[in-house]
């Protein structure tokens, strides 16, 4: 006997999620992802930050997708979120939505695909070239958390890759030499980096350098999580999405000059 149709679309969204076989970090993401459509379904916008993973996305019913507005809710909910949000994650968002609608119909649970007009965001390009001294001066004079400063200035100051600045730990610095202790990649900076380190570390002594703004889950290895705050290590993702918030036609990439300015 066939499964009748859920009535909630929650329910679907943890159907389609159980079908799928993905691991407990990509449910994870999937899920985020297709409860930030739900807000827009309901059109409410979606919570920002830290807030948008704990908060309880609207109930609705999945017939909502067949209704004739569920397609402007859906295009209203891109125009909003484009100016805030990385492209790269909105798409990834886009992605996820349609292969759960895809699922859905093809199950007879809905009819239409209000996902249909919509198309994915233009990328920054990748050829894109550093940042002008102009530019960086507007970036660095913006009003933004210590940790984005701290995390900009170095990746500027020190011309090192992103990768390699998010995968510092604390005991790796070397602050009053600005630069890194032997046993880590070599790095040195200059006189905005040194002036917001100590501010950013506030007495922490190991752990991660940059973190995120939620307490680590569980799963997060010990040298991912800070021994003080029990917070995770800020990953790429997050780091690139946050630096778009406020930078939206460039990339943290773009923030590493052409060549590693002079001590």
């Known amino acids: ?45 979606v919570p920002a930050g830290p807030a ?24 209203t909910a891109v125009e909003r979120r484009r100016a805030g949000t990385d ?15 895809a699922w ?25 070239g550093p940042l002008t001294t102009e530019q960086l001066r507007a970036l660095f004079a913006l009003r933004v958390p210590l940790r984005e400063q701290l995390l900009w200035h170095l990746l500027h100051e020190s011309g090192a890759p992103v990768e390699t600045v998010l995968a510092l730990d604390v005991d790796d610095l070397d602050l009053p030499h600005r630069r890194t202790h032997p046993s880590a990649p070599p790095l040195t900076w200059r006189a905005g980096t040194a002036r917001l380190l100590p501010l950013h570390l506030a007495g922490r002594t190991a752990g ?19 021994p003080h705050t029990h917070r995770a290590r800020l990953s790429y993702r997050r780091a690139a999405e946050l630096f778009t918030t406020h930078a939206p036609d460039h990339t943290l990439r773009q923030l590493r000059p052409a060549r590693r300015p002079p001590a």
């Open 52 to 75: 948008r993973r704990s908060a309880r996305p609207p109930v609705l019913p999945l017939a909502l997708l067949d209704h004739p507005s569920a397609a402007d809710r859906l295009r």
């Open 208 to 226: 991660p350098l940059l973190l995120t703004d939620r307490r680590a889950p569980a799963t997060t290895p010990a040298a991912d999580r800070c």
């Open 1 to 45: 006997m066939a499964t009748p149709p859920p009535v909630e679309y929650a329910v679907a969204v943890e159907r389609y999620l159980a079908a799928a076989g993905l691991g407990d970090g990509s449910r994870r993401v999937y899920r985020i992802a297709l409860d930030t459509w739900a807000w827009a379904l309901a059109d409410r916008p």
């Open 104 to 128: 859905w119909r093809a199950r007879g649970w809905i009819g239409t695909d209000p996902a249909d007009g919509l198309r994915p965001l233009p990328l920054p390009s990748p050829g894109a």
């Open 87 to 101: 492209p790269r994650t909105l798409n990834r968002e886009l992605s996820t939505l349609r292969a759960a609608l």
